[in-house]
């Protein structure tokens, strides 16, 4: 997709409050039907359409959220461990249906990455649903290991993850 083609989007990270966390919920349940929310050491973004008139800068609700656990500085070894908190993890990345496939997610986790390379250089994993492998293959994730099944997933969107890892150069 060709830069003057994808819409705009206006990100801004969010404090840890309970409103923004029942935005954050919405937006996961209406994404795929399930409510999601940030662990309490996550950093959290929303994405929002840019508006126009009546002066407002974001309308009420984002139309994209993630959130992302960031590296430990104190934690200098790579380990076996795939939530090893010496590297950066998406925890969680939504975009609302009537919004995917038209570059929101990719303007996300562009912002998402710049943030985490900002902080500490490390590598970013996510555990990716199935589904959106392709997706994060695009933006240059690498799987590691083989799916996993979960025994006790609440959607079948979430029933097989794959380990995902990106190096920055």
Do not use: W
Not at 7 to 16: C, D, F, M, T, Y
Not at 99 to 117: A, T
């Amino acid at each position: 997709m060709e830069a003057s083609n994808v819409p705009q989007l206006s990100i801004k990270e969010v404090g840890r409050n309970n409103k923004n966390r029942r935005i954050f919920v919405q937006v996961s349940r209406d994404t795929c039907g399930e409510n999601f929310s940030p662990g309490e050491d996550n950093r959290v973004f929303f994405g929002y359409q840019p508006t126009h008139g009546y002066g407002q800068a974001f309308p009420q609700q984002p139309i994209a959220v993630a959130s992302l656990l960031p590296a430990l500085p104190e934690d200098l070894h790579p380990s076996a461990n795939f939530r090893s908190r010496h590297y950066h993890m998406l925890t969680f990345l939504f975009v609302k249906r009537d919004f995917q496939q038209l570059g929101y997610g990719r303007h996300m986790m562009e912002h998402v990455e710049r943030v985490m390379r900002s902080g500490l250089p490390r590598p970013v994993r996510v555990q990716s649903a199935v589904k959106a492998v392709p997706f994060f293959e695009k933006l240059g994730y690498t799987a590691i290991g083989e799916p996993i099944e979960c025994v006790c997933a609440g959607t079948f969107l979430f029933r097989t993850l794959q380990n995902m890892e990106k190096n920055f150069p």
